[in-house]
């Protein structure tokens, strides 16, 4: 078996990408925090100001958050 192969109970193999425990909880947490931005953009109708206290974060960390998953807030407001 080569190295990044991992044998399957049915006898066959498979290619698996190594990622450390500290790398799949950042990602878990990357992915909880983008959901729960989006749920209280959604609940607030894309105010930021509003989300950020459901949220409990400083405006300016909600703000920097959403620029980092590339989250608008505009995309939550009614048109």
Do not use: W
């Amino acid at each position: 078996m080569a190295s990044g192969e991992v044998a399957r109970a049915n006898g066959g193999v498979r290619n698996e990408v190594h990622l450390s425990l500290k790398e799949i909880a950042d990602c878990a947490v990357a992915e909880a925090e983008r959901q729960a931005i989006c749920v209280a953009l959604h609940a607030t109708h894309g105010n930021k100001s509003e989300a950020a206290r459901l949220l409990r974060v400083d405006y300016k960390t909600l703000h920097l958050k959403m620029k980092r998953y590339g989250i608008a807030a505009g995309e939550f407001r009614a048109s």
